[in-house]
Nanobody
Framework: QVQLVESGGGLVQAGGSLRLSCAAS????????MRWYRQPPGKQRELVAG???????NYADSVKGRFTISRDNAKNTVYLQMNSLKPEDTAVYYC???????????????WGQGTQVTVSS
């Protein structure tokens, strides 16, 4: 079994910063891409940022220059540093990863339970 557990969400004023963490645990052989998604109230889930196993990153246009995704492969953890937060960044943030379990030949896709980020104006 594999679990993704997010932490670091909360309430912050506009212009502030938060750092989200997502730790993967369980019977893990290797982790390929790791991603952060978010779902604003009443809207669809959208990709915020992604990072490959070798550290290549991509970002949604709306967060470029403000958010930074990184990972610690030794800890099976991905981070999202969010700076200059805006009220429109308010959402539930979800961690997502492609994880290969031991004795499996291909990776499966896993989701965390989500963490709320609220930015007040």
């Amino acid at each position: 079994q594999v679990q993704l557990v997010e932490s670091g969400g909360g309430l912050v004023q506009a212009g502030g910063s938060l750092r989200l963490s997502c730790a993967a645990s369980g019977s893990i052989h290797s982790i390929n891409a790791m991603r952060w998604y978010r779902q604003p109230p009443g809207k669809q889930r959208e990709l915020v940022a992604g990072i490959t196993s070798d550290g290549s990153t991509n970002y949604a246009d709306s967060v470029k220059g403000r958010f930074t995704i990184s990972r610690d492969n030794a800890k099976n953890t991905v981070y999202l540093q969010m700076n200059s937060l805006k009220p429109e960044d308010t959402a539930v943030y979800y961690c997502n990863a492609d994880i290969r379990r031991w004795r499996m030949l291909v990776p499966d896709n896993y989701w965390g339970q989500g963490t709320q980020v609220t930015v007040s104006s």
